[in-house]
């Protein structure tokens, strides 16, 4: 592959910044895995490195302790969403360990003058080279001082053929009155390590093991088939969310042979009414025993006052069904097709399918795309700006990486968001190739809960900004971590702060109007309805679950979304939200959906120092769930999309990468939707045929959202508005309504007669639009 000679990242480095391995004329190692070095949870710890150094040995390090965790003869269970689309398991180790308990020399010992003294150890980040790994530290003192260490691990084996361990260690600004050990837990054993220092601990050769079967890494064998299907998407333990929880359902019925029968039929064919109105997916692939194994585990949250021997009250769908009303698309259903003013250039392949984690483009017009898969990848593509998909070349440069769900190019400088930690990415030598991980900031709090995402990274006014969601499954006894459900501004030296709390899933953030920073959240618990969010300083937005306890006896005001995004309607998984740069809709945002699926638009307006506006449909006709934008140089929008099996996907797709162009042609719809006093103004992008009117040209309701416990939440407070008056302007591009009874804090949704038409004889691209009214005008 050719590439042009602009680099990545070219940094004139001294010192601790020069990869520290001892001379080695060894050839570079064969290693068993792809990548061989990666970040993930391991063992139900979050922040850790695995390294598959040999297949007789791995080794993993918890960067959280800057300790050395595990080294044995085995393999890694990869298990979890980015491996293999299940929610409830992550990576984790199998096989034996080299050392016994307590017998591996982890923990480090500072000691002055033969006393122990207190120290911080700070992980620095990673060099990799030639297929070794270089780790670094810093030794922070009482008296604010740091001593660097660098660690390069390796496998080995002695001259009988048995296998070795083998760490490579040197520091910088070490003092002589200082003495630095290495000590087992069981502190039987101590190890003084010296400037270019090599300790190697050989082992009896273990026996061939064997990885354990799949359901044995699951607390009950029913939660792998759950895993295997959709369940997780609509259900949880406790909570209810689009379905019933497995507790309602246990609570409902009977532990008994009727149950598991009617159960286990409505599992296999689907169907809908018996807990509301959203069907469930039929699953004719589950097998009647493995369907009893996921009922035998749903029965375990039966509470136990429940008594089996009630009678069983089994809801059976006897309502009577209503009148079909038939919906187009763009017309109460979702768009079909690229929106008409844009052309679509695809730039995946069958070589190339990324499942796209972030965007950004380097000062030479390449692309670079981080994708949320097995292999944690950051890839750059050149010709993407060709508008020839045979012209892009690929080149995978960096791997290893957990699920990075955010880019940023500053000043040349690549930066990545990593699900536990900020990373700067340095190519030292030119070759394109990423040589060193270097942590920016790694502070935030984490578990090993798989629904613990950092979304997002934007760069303004030289700091960092990115959202954290709320972990899923917690116990009962558990809280989430403070800095869980944050917006946070980070500093190039590592330090944050926090700016909003009460967010739950906020997949993307971006810049919008004014340069103010907006994000969007997914609903759940305590979020009736989706969101587009205006970050703003101290603002609470709504999920409960991130409060005190303080804060539960007295709960702060919850600051109403920019836009709501109704579930199901114009939203299911809101992402990254982008100003745009051209056409008639200059100005405003767009967002995608990675299960509502295409790109919806967002026309905002400041009204009583608040924003608010409406949200439109804008355009479908992509591959996957749009889930990251970017502009190109080019003026091209570049859209990076992504899935999972078994939901939080568009059509069950996994992957994609397009974009598209402006083309000038004029589409009919609304451009915007302005509140007035006592109405409306609806504009349009080209003049209406307004001597041509329907009898009815457009319909209106409003309703609220009161944020509960439940999954979700209902329209509440729904009725029909109808208008006193409607007027033209005199261009037929403005629609004036005066609406009695308009209700501050409400959803205002507007859907026009699909009869309308321009001038022209065009038809509407779509004729619905949700409008958020915070604020009502004040009369002039």
């Not at 002055?112 to 003294?117: F, L, P, V, W």
């Not at 500093?491 to 810049?511: A, Q, W």
């Not at 992957?655 to 609304?670: A, D, V, W």
């Amino acid at each position: 592959m050719k590439f042009k000679s602009c680099h990545l990242v070219v940094v004139l480095i001294t010192g601790l910044h020069l990869l520290a391995c001892q001379p080695d004329t060894r050839e570079v190692p064969e290693r068993p895995m792809d990548p061989w070095a990666f970040r993930s949870v391991l063992d139900r710890k979050p922040r850790m490195l695995s390294l598959a150094l040999d297949s007789a040995c791995y080794a993993a390090y918890d960067l959280a302790k800057g300790q050395l965790y595990k080294v044995w003869k085995g393999g890694i269970l990869m298990e979890g969403t980015v491996f293999t689309n299940k929610k409830n398991i992550q990576p984790g180790s199998w096989g034996e360990a080299y050392y016994k308990e307590g017998d591996m020399p982890g923990k480090w010992v500072v000691s002055k003058n033969g006393q122990e003294i207190p120290f911080e150890l700070q992980y620095k980040g990673y060099l990799l080279d030639d297929k070794k790994i270089t780790l670094n530290y810093d030794f922070i003192l009482e008296d604010g001082s740091r001593i660097a260490l660098q660690e390069s691990p390796e496998f080995t084996r002695d001259g009988a053929g048995n296998p070795g361990f083998e760490r490579y260690f040197k520091f910088r600004d070490k003092p002589k009155a200082l003495t630095f050990e290495l000590q087992s837990e069981n502190g039987q054993l101590r190890h003084t390590i010296s400037d270019a220092h090599t300790l190697t601990d050989f082992f009896q050769p273990l026996p061939q093991q064997q990885p354990p079967a799949v359901g044995d890494s699951y607390d009950h064998l029913g939660i792998l088939w759950m895993e295997n299907s959709d369940c997780y998407t609509c259900h949880e333990e406790h909570n209810a969310m689009v379905g019933p929880s497995f507790e309602q359902i246990a609570t409902q019925y009977p532990k008994e042979g009727a149950s598991y029968a009617y159960l286990t039929q409505k599992i296999k064919e689907g169907g809908v009414g018996v807990w509301g109105e959203t069907p469930m997916n039929a699953h004719p692939e589950l097998a009647e025993k493995e369907i009893k194994t996921i009922l035998d585990y749903i029965f375990t949250f039966k509470p136990k006052e429940t008594n089996d021997n009630q009678v069983a009250r089994i809801q059976r769908n006897n309502s009577s069904i209503g009148e079909d009303v038939k919906v187009n698309p763009g017309h109460g259903a979702a768009l079909e097709g690229v929106h008409p003013s844009y052309d679509l250039t695809i730039l995946h392949d069958e070589d190339f399918q990324p499942r796209v984690g972030g965007l950004a483009f380097l000062p030479d017009g390449r692309l670079l795309v981080s994708t949320w898969d097995s292999i944690g990848g950051v890839y750059l593509l050149d010709g993407v700006l060709e508008d020839d998909p045979s012209a892009v070349s690929v080149k995978r440069v960096a791997e290893g990486l957990a699920e990075p769900l955010g880019l940023e190019v500053v000043d040349g400088e690549l930066f990545v968001l990593q699900k536990h930690e900020l990373t700067q990415l340095i190519d030292h030598d030119g070759d394109e190739i990423i040589d060193e991980y270097r942590v920016v900031c790694d502070a935030w709090g984490v578990t090993d809960d798989f629904h613990e995402f950092a979304f997002g990274l934007l760069h303004k006014d030289d700091h960092f900004y990115i959202t954290l969601s709320m972990a899923m499954r917690l116990m009962a006894n558990e809280r989430q971590l403070p800095d869980r459900g944050r917006t946070l501004k980070i500093s190039r030296d590592g330090s944050y702060e926090s700016l909003d709390y009460g967010l739950r899933t906020p997949n993307g953030i971006g810049l919008g109007m004014d340069g103010e920073i907006f994000t969007t959240d997914n609903q759940g618990q305590w979020l009736p309805a989706n969101k587009l969010v205006h970050v703003q300083k101290a603002a609470y937005n709504g999920m409960a679950w991130g409060l005190s306890e303080k804060q539960e006896k007295d709960p702060p005001e919850m600051v109403p979304p920019a836009i709501w995004l109704p579930d199901k309607e114009i939203g299911n998984s809101p992402s990254e939200p982008i100003l745009m740069q051209d056409g008639p809709y200059k100005g405003q945002l767009l967002h995608g959906d990675v299960t509502n699926g295409g790109i919806k638009r967002d026309f905002l307006e400041k009204i009583n120092g608040q924003y608010q506006g409406a949200v439109f449909r804008f355009s479908q006709g992509f591959t996957a769930g749009v889930n990251r934008l970017v502009w190109g140089p080019d003026g091209a929008l570049y859209v990076g999309e992504v899935g999972m099996v078994g939901g939080w996907s568009w059509k069950e797709n996994q992957f994609g990468l397009e974009k598209i162009k402006y083309n000038g042609q004029s589409t009919f719809e609304m451009l915007a939707i302005r509140a007035m006093p006592d109405g409306f103004e609806i504009e349009f992008t080209i003049p209406v045929a307004a001597d041509q009117l329907p009898d009815e040209p457009i319909h209106i309701e409003q309703w609220r959202y009161e944020p509960t416990a439940s999954y979700g939440g209902p329209k509440i407070d729904l009725e029909q508005l109808v208008p006193a008056k409607m007027e033209w302007s005199s261009d037929g591009k403005k629609l004036y309504l005066e609406i009695p009874g308009l209700k501050q804090d409400h959803v205002i949704y507007f859907k026009l007669s699909e009869a309308l038409e321009s001038r022209e004889g065009k038809p509407l691209w779509s004729s619905e639009a949700w409008y958020t009214l915070n604020q009502i005008p004040n009369k002039p």
